[in-house]
């Protein structure tokens, strides 16, 4: 069954046709707004998430394996990052350094003379061994972590 409109609409489509004059529906002024924010957020929001999502996290296993006795601390910090977050010097010839990351710990052995180490110079010591231990915390405690609970 038809309803009582559609031969007004037949008529006025092939009217305007005819004329030349039909214009499309105007869209409103708060619908084109709204479509130029989602056209500027949504590359921010893609942005973030694959910020949040890519993988930074240089303490992995991949990169433990990277280190192979007799280098250098300089080369040890370029494939970790600077600067360990702990240093433990096991005395004047030898010492361990431990890098924590989200999936586990690196922890690096070194021989060499600690006590007269020039931070310029420190192709004197050596890396003796390099060990990755995985992350047992489940996905609950690192969230409790995350959060300081």
């Keep these: ?7 007004d609409a037949q008529a ?8 030349g004059s039909y214009r499309p529906p105007r869209v409103s002024a708060m619908k084109k707004k ?8 949504s590359p921010l929001v893609f942005g973030g998430a ?7 996290d240089l303490i992995t296993r991949a990169n433990c394996d990277r280190i ?12 970790l990052g600077k600067e360990p977050p702990c240093l433990i010097s096991g005395g004047s010839f030898g010492g361990i350094s431990l890098w924590r990351g989200a999936r586990g710990t ?10 007269w180490m020039d ?11 390099a060990v990755f231990t995985p992350d047992s915390r489940t996905i609950l405690d690192k969230i409790r972590n995350w959060f300081g609970l």
């Design 106 to 115: 690196i922890c690096v052995s070194y021989t060499g003379p600690f006590i």
């Design 34 to 41: 709204l479509a130029w924010v989602c056209l500027m957020v």
């Design 68 to 79: 192979k006795p007799s280098m250098t601390v300089k080369e040890v910090e370029d494939i």
């Design 12 to 19: 006025r489509n092939s009217l305007a046709c005819a004329s």
């Design 119 to 129: 931070p310029q110079e420190d192709s004197c010591i050596l890396v003796e061994n």
């Design 1 to 7: 069954m038809k309803s009582c409109l559609e031969p």
């Design 50 to 56: 694959a910020f949040c999502l890519s993988n930074r």
